[in-house]
């Protein structure tokens, strides 16, 4: 099985050949890895105002905390956001200012991992 290439920020690529349990990739020979294919994550985008729900309680964690390892929660991160890089840039520069990170998981469900979906 061919996963989907991985693209890097500098324009390069590698794809890899999934054999079994073991991962190589042509693009970087001699080297072997177990690897598990991984189907991707879904989430559920929040409404505005739980949105700005989660942007309060967890700036107020955040500053309650500051010193903390790991830290409590992540705020809003523009620098490298990646929100649909065909919209237009002051919807781009909204969504990196406000939008909530990947992690924590929250009460609209979170970053839920594909794979740990189980039909009932």
Known sequence: MVSPASHH???TFNARLHLGIY???RHIPGVRFAGVTHPGLIGTAPSAE???TWNKREGELI???VNVVPPVAFPPEPIGAYVGQDLPSDVREKIGKEGAR???GREHGGN???RSFVGR
């Open 63 to 65: 500053a309650a905390h």
């Open 112 to 114: 839920c991992d594909v």
């Open 23 to 25: 991962a190589t990739s």
């Open 50 to 52: 739980l949105l700005a």
């Open 102 to 104: 990947t992690i924590p």
């Open 9 to 11: 920020d500098d324009g």
